[in-house]
T-cell receptor
Framework: DVKVTQSSRYLVKRTGEKVFLECVQD?????MFWYRQDPGLGLRLIYF???????EKGDIPEGYSVSREKKERFSLILESASTNQTSMYLC???????????????FGDGTRLSIL | SQQGEEDPQALSIQEGENATMNCSYK?????LQWYRQNSGRGLVHLIL?????REKHSGRLRVTLDTSKKSSSLLITASRAADTASYFC????????????FGIGTKLQVIP
């Protein structure tokens, strides 16, 4: 069965800290995504990656960066955390860049991040 | 901007009743997907309907797609308390790179 694992369910950090959120998938998927979810705004795409060492900006990349050194792992980095980055962060993966259409995304359970 | 917009934003029904949620979108799509999210959890994919399909069934779920009206509906028949969750539509635009745009969701409560 498909499994996307996010390293922490809850995380509390301080303003200005560098924060790492980790995501691992065990399905050999090529595509990986980071979203944030806020009440009334739904899910918004921060970054996605369709291959190792490749990354593409989503709709709200400001204040974030990503790293994909291995196919199964996609990390989201908050360079200098701010209170407006308090949110639920969701990682997802999908199968293949070649078969770009008609593929569902598989989600982790999310990391609820609070920046104090 | 949100591509998919669900309607209603909240819905409360009795167990056994049918639940209908609607989704509207603005641009041409390759497919439309519906996801469920239980409280505090990630999203789970329910069903995908391609732009050249009009209706699709999966168990108690029925999805319709009207590309002329740029809208879709999700029907859950004979609802159960376990169906209580938020439901999201998500669209993949034509020419998209597996980039999917999610709506803000419909919160469904099924009362036992």
């Amino acid at each position: 069965d498909v499994k996307v694992t996010q390293s922490s369910r809850y995380l509390v950090k301080r303003t200005g800290e560098k924060v790492f959120l980790e995501c691992v998938q065990d399905m050999d998927h090529e595509n990986m995504f980071w979203y944030r979810q806020d009440p009334g705004l739904g899910l918004r795409l921060i970054y996605f990656s369709y291959d190792v060492k490749m990354k593409e900006k989503g709709d709200i990349p400001e204040g974030y960066s990503v790293s994909r050194e291995k196919k199964e792992r996609f990390s989201l980095i908050l360079e200098s955390a701010s209170t407006n980055q308090t949110s639920m962060y969701l990682c997802a993966s999908s199968l293949s860049r070649i078969f770009t259409n008609n593929q569902p995304q598989h989600f982790g359970d999310g990391t609820r991040l609070s920046i104090l | 901007s949100q591509q998919g917009e669900e309607d209603p934003q909240a819905l409360s029904i009795q167990e056994g009743e049918n639940a209908t949620m609607n989704c509207s979108y603005k641009t041409s799509i390759n497919n439309l997907q519906w996801y469920r999210q239980n409280s505090g959890r990630g999203l789970v994919h329910l069903i995908l309907i391609r732009s050249n399909e009009r209706e699709k069934h999966s168990g108690r779920l029925r999805v319709t797609l009207d590309t002329s009206k740029k809208s879709s509906s999700l029907l859950i028949t004979a609802s159960r308390a376990a169906d209580t969750a938020s439901y999201f539509c998500a669209t993949m635009n034509s020419g998209g790179y597996q980039k999917v745009t999610f709506g803000i969701g419909t919160k469904l409560q099924v009362i036992p």
